[in-house]
């Protein structure tokens, strides 16, 4: 097994480079124990917004997840294809597709979601609850401050953000 790296003072104080290493953790896991499954955490993201949210369109659910156009296509065609979701065009714009979750996805997202729970559980074993709970609630803060829009120079957009090529 290699040895752990050195890892330079200055990169443990970065804040974005925590965030991205807890990020690339809990992914590993979610999506490991969602493969077991036949899933993908984008798909379990698609699933769980539809079954809270209900109908969206397909560009709407693309920029909450944070997926091109053309892989959200590849998406939705996936949950598509297994009966999980279904499109149907905008009645008030034919351009438009609205996705929405059938039976069939709202039962498997049932199923995926403490399996979500437990992996995100499991990457985060060595956290204390009270630890978690801090996390959770300044993860809240932070979106919901983006949200507001104070978060964020309003010069800047979330289009410009560069794109994450590890998805």
């Known amino acids: 097994m290699p040895e752990t790296a050195h890892l330079p ?4 104080k970065s804040p974005s480079f925590q965030l991205e290493r807890l990020r690339r953790r809990t992914r590993v896991f979610v999506e490991t124990a ?4 036949g899933f993908n955490l ?3 993201w698609v699933l769980t917004y539809l079954v809270d949210g209900d109908a969206a369109s397909q560009a709407e659910l693309g920029e909450i997840i944070g997926v ?3 892989d959200m296509v590849r998406l939705v065609d996936s949950l598509e294809k297994r009966k ?3 499109r149907d065009k905008d009645p008030n714009d ?9 039976k069939k996805g709202r039962k498997a997202q049932l199923v995926l979601s403490p399996i979500v729970q437990s992996a995100e559980d499991e990457a985060l074993d060595e956290s204390t609850s009270k630890q978690l709970k801090h ?3 300044l993860a809240k803060s932070i979106i919901a401050a983006e949200e507001e829009g104070d978060g964020v120079d309003g010069d800047e957009s979330s289009d ?6 590890t998805d």
């Open 94 to 102: 034919r351009r438009r597709q609205i996705i929405s979750v059938t």
């Open 42 to 44: 984008r798909e379990y």
């Open 34 to 37: 969602l493969m077991q499954e």
């Open 84 to 86: 999980l979701a279904k």
């Open 68 to 70: 091109d156009r053309s």
């Open 135 to 137: 996390l959770k609630k």
């Open 160 to 165: 410009t953000a560069p794109k994450d090529d």
């Open 9 to 12: 003072s200055e990169l443990l």
